[in-house]
């Protein structure tokens, strides 16, 4: 009985002290703001805008390399594309010359049997 | 001047009119940040925060819904941010003494608890109020804090919650029960 009644009086305190924690916003004094809040966030507004400046300067020279990479690039695949135009342009070159079995040194030697005779 | 005429001219770029709207509205953001890191300092780092957001993102405040009603919820997503980087720092810090490496967080504590307070007690019951809530679930939290510290009504709360009146006394209930629980559990293992 006294057992049950020391139970009984822990937990309405343990209630108790519940109840208080879970009101004490209302008991707490809510602090005072900074007086030199708006200085301060004026302050740090500026610093944060002279930090962005280099922000935009690297961004700009990194967009620049990108643009600089991206041209040679382009430039490479333009050359290589040509070259296999050109190379592409002698095998028509060189299937025509079998198909006509025409030569340099033939017509050289054409020529000059012409001008012996 | 009109809260319109006001925003319109930070729209335009104006950085008077911007700080005249801090001046406005510095303490409401103080308070409603303070309200969920329960720490003075962190409180004003995070104000300050929010007022920068505010001063970035202004171009996209529409009217749809009241200015203060957009401010609190940016402050109220500020302050949950930092509560969930500071969970994240806890339980990695709390890895980190399990290995030995870190005993610095006990003198963090230690510091915060004994903070120079004319009620002490009324500052301990809020740290341990604090712990509790930070167990509740993101809606419960902010249902709770703005209800119980900022005293807004609940249409408020639903309002920069965007939901509906009765949800939000919902909310509020669950919080309540649970943190009833939790503290109870708190108060019978740190008994007296």
Request: hydrophobic fraction near 40%; aromatic fraction near 12%.
């Amino acid at each position: 009985m006294k057992e049950a009644n020391k139970m009984e009086k822990q937990n309405f305190n343990i209630a108790q002290e519940v109840e208080k924690t879970l009101n004490c916003f209302s008991e707490i004094q809510k602090p005072e703001l900074n007086p030199y809040f708006v200085s301060k966030l004026s302050a740090r507004m500026q610093a944060q805008q002279q930090k962005n400046i280099p922000k935009i300067a690297v961004t700009f020279k990194l967009a620049l390399a990108l643009f600089i990479l991206l041209l040679n690039f382009a430039t490479i695949f333009n050359y290589l594309n040509n070259s296999t135009k050109i190379n592409s342009d002698e095998n028509i070159y060189s299937a025509i010359q079998s198909e006509y079995s025409v030569d340099a040194t033939d017509l050289y030697a054409d020529n000059l049997e012409n001008f012996n005779n | 001047m009109n809260e319109q005429l006001l925003v319109q001219q930070i729209q335009q770029g104006s950085e008077q009119a911007f700080f005249q709207l801090v001046e406005q509205y510095k303490t409401m953001v103080f308070y409603t940040c303070n309200g969920f890191v329960q720490d003075r300092e962190e409180a004003e780092d995070l104000a300050q925060e929010v007022f920068i957001e505010l001063f970035q993102s202004i171009e996209t405040f529409n009217f749809q819904s009241k200015l203060s009603t957009w401010i609190y919820r940016i402050a109220v997503n500020k302050s949950l941010d930092l509560l969930k980087y500071k969970n994240r720092k806890k339980r990695f810090s709390g890895i980190k003494q399990v290995f030995g490496v870190d005993r610095e967080t006990d003198n963090i504590s230690a510091t915060y608890n004994f903070e120079a307070s004319a009620d002490i007690e009324n500052q301990e019951r809020a740290q341990i109020l604090k712990e509790a809530i930070n167990k509740l679930p993101k809606n419960q939290q902010i249902a709770f804090t703005l209800n119980k510290y900022d005293d807004l009504s609940y249409a408020e709360i639903a309002e920069i919650m965007q939901t509906s009146v009765s949800a939000v006394e919902s909310l509020i209930h669950r919080a309540k029960k649970k943190l009833q629980e939790l503290l109870y559990n708190y108060y019978q293992i740190h008994k007296k």
